[in-house]
C-alpha cells in the first residue's frame, strides 16, 4: 500500500511540475512577447512586438513560430510590417481602404527570408526560426510592427490583447496574461538621446514537454571501455504506436524521390527500431587516464524527413565541473544554480556541424569529452560514469534503467579463478621441466 503511496505521489508531483512548465535546468526559462506602443493614430496605435527567447537551450526551428491572441474590442488590423496574418477574415463593411486582418483571433507568423525590403523590419524574416539564447543571443529575437485600427487611443482607452497563444512549432507553450510594465526606452544611433514607448505590457510563455507530446523524442544508449555489454535505449522509448508506419533502413521507398522532403504537418518518417526514437544519443565510456577520462558523444538522427538545424544537447553529469576540452562540438557550462555546476550546453560549431542531417550516412554527428577527476567523488562504479539526465533540442530523453548500465567487472570475485588456473600453470610448468 505505501509503495503504491509512493508511486502516486511520484506522478502527481511530476504531473504538477509539467503543469506549471518549470524545468529544473533552465528555471528561468521563457519566451517573452513585449508589445510597445510607438505612436498613436486617428482609430488607434502602431506597435512594434518583439518575441525574445530567454531559453538556454529550446530553439524554435522549422517551420517556424505562430504567434495568436484574442482581440479585447473590435480591433482590426491595418497593416503589417516584418510578418503577416494567414487569414484576412471577413472585412466586407471596409470601404476603400481594406485592413491586413479583420478576425477576431488573428494568427501571425514571420516573413520568409528573401522579401521585398519595403516588408521587411529589424530582426524579422527568418521563416520563424529562433535560436536559444544560450546558443546564439544574437538570433534568439524575432520581431514586427502592426497597426491596429478600433482600438484605444490613448494609455487609459487601450485594452490589453488577451487569450495569447504560442506553437513552436508544435504544441507545449502556455501563455499567460498580457501585463502592463513600465514603457520601454531606446537610445537613438548617436548614443546622445533617450526615448521611450508611449505604452509597454509583455507576455510570458513556458515550456512544458508533458503539454507538447505523451512521449519522449530521443533516448540514451550507453555503454564503456570496461564492459563488453552496450545498453541499449529502452524498447517503445518514444513509443511504438506507429511502428507500422516505419521504414527499414534497407527499404527500396528510400530512392524514390521526394521521401526526404518534411510534410506540412512536420510529420515524422523514422526508422525502424526497437526504440522507434528520431534521436539517440550514445554514451560511450571510452579511456581512462591517470588524471583524466574521456567520454565520446554520438548523435544519431532516425528521422528521415527532418534535419536538424542549430541542435542543442543538454547533459547533466556531476564531472561537468571539470571539463578540460571538448572536441568537435562548442561548449558552455549552464549554471541555474549558482552552488552547483553539473550541466552543460553542447552543440555544433558553426558551419561545420550544427546540421544534423536526416537519417542516413551522414545522420550522425559526434565528438569526444575530456574530463579531469575528482579524487574524491570520480569512480567507475554504480553507473557513476553515465549522466544523470540527457535533452536534445530541450526535450528529456529517456535513459535505460540504472540496472542496466554497464557495470564494472567484480574482479574481486573472479580471483578465486584466476589464482586456481595460475596454480595449475606452475604445476604444469614443474612438471615439463622435471
Not at 294 to 302: C, Q
Request: charged share 15%; net charge positive.
Amino acid at each position: 500500500m505505501r509503495g503504491l503511496i509512493r508511486v502516486a505521489g511520484f506522478f502527481l508531483i511530476a504531473l504538477i511540475s509539467h503543469a506549471v512548465a518549470f524545468d529544473p535546468l533552465d528555471p528561468n526559462g521563457n519566451i517573452t512577447i513585449k508589445w510597445d506602443v510607438m505612436s498613436w493614430t486617428p482609430d488607434g496605435y502602431v506597435a512594434t512586438v518583439t518575441m525574445n527567447n530567454f531559453q538556454m537551450y529550446r530553439h524554435i526551428m522549422t517551420p517556424g513560430w505562430t504567434l495568436g491572441w484574442t482581440w479585447a474590442k473590435k480591433e482590426v488590423i491595418w497593416s503589417m510590417v516584418g510578418a503577416q496574418t494567414t487569414e484576412q477574415g471577413d472585412c466586407s463593411k471596409f470601404k476603400g481602404n481594406v485592413p491586413h486582418c479583420c478576425k477576431k483571433n488573428p494568427t501571425v507568423v514571420d516573413m520568409m527570408p528573401g522579401v521585398p525590403y519595403n516588408q521587411q523590419f529589424t530582426n524579422c524574416c527568418k521563416g520563424g526560426v529562433l535560436a536559444s539564447w544560450g546558443q546564439d543571443p544574437q538570433s534568439s529575437v524575432s520581431a514586427f510592427q502592426v497597426s491596429v485600427g478600433q482600438a484605444g487611443t490613448s494609455n487609459k482607452t487601450v485594452k490589453l490583447p488577451k487569450n495569447f497563444t504560442l506553437l513552436g512549432p508544435g504544441p507545449g507553450y502556455t501563455c499567460g496574461p498580457a501585463k502592463i510594465v513600465p514603457p520601454t526606452k531606446f537610445f537613438t544611433p548617436d548614443l546622445r538621446r533617450k526615448t521611450q514607448a508611449l505604452m509597454t505590457w509583455n507576455v510570458t510563455c513556458t515550456y512544458s514537454q508533458f503539454l507538447a507530446r505523451k512521449h519522449p523524442s530521443c533516448c540514451v544508449s550507453m555503454s564503456s571501455f570496461y564492459n563488453e555489454t552496450i545498453t541499449a535505449c529502452p524498447s517503445c522509448a518514444c513509443g511504438c504506436e506507429n511502428r507500422n508506419k516505419c521504414i527499414k533502413s534497407d527499404s527500396k521507398l528510400l530512392s524514390v524521390v521526394g521521401v526526404n522532403t518534411p510534410r506540412k504537418d512536420n510529420a515524422p518518417l523514422i526508422q525502424c527500431t526497437h526504440h522507434m526514437c528520431p534521436i539517440r544519443v550514445h554514451w560511450h565510456v571510452k579511456l581512462n587516464y591517470k588524471d583524466y577520462w574521456r567520454v565520446k558523444l554520438t548523435v544519431t538522427n532516425f528521422n528521415y524527413r527532418i534535419n536538424y538545424t542549430q541542435w542543442t544537447l543538454v547533459v547533466q553529469h556531476p564531472n561537468l565541473n571539470n571539463v578540460t576540452q571538448v572536441f568537435s562540438f562548442d561548449y558552455k557550462p549552464l549554471v541555474p544554480y549558482e552552488s552547483v555546476n553539473d550541466t552543460g550546453m553542447f552543440y555544433g560549431m558553426k558551419f561545420y556541424n550544427d546540421l544534423l542531417m536526416e537519417a542516413g550516412p551522414a545522420g550522425t554527428v559526434q565528438s569526444e569529452v575530456l574530463l579531469q577527476k575528482d579524487k574524491e567523488t570520480f569512480s567507475f562504479k554504480q553507473g557513476w560514469a553515465f549522466p544523470r539526465k540527457v535533452y536534445f533540442n530541450g526535450e528529456e530523453c529517456m535513459l535505460p534503467p540504472p540496472d542496466a548500465y554497464p557495470y564494472l567487472p567484480n574482479f574481486a570475485h573472479h580471483s578465486p579463478v584466476a589464482f586456481t588456473t595460475l596454480l595449475f600453470s606452475l604445476l604444469f610448468l614443474f612438471i615439463v621441466l622435471i
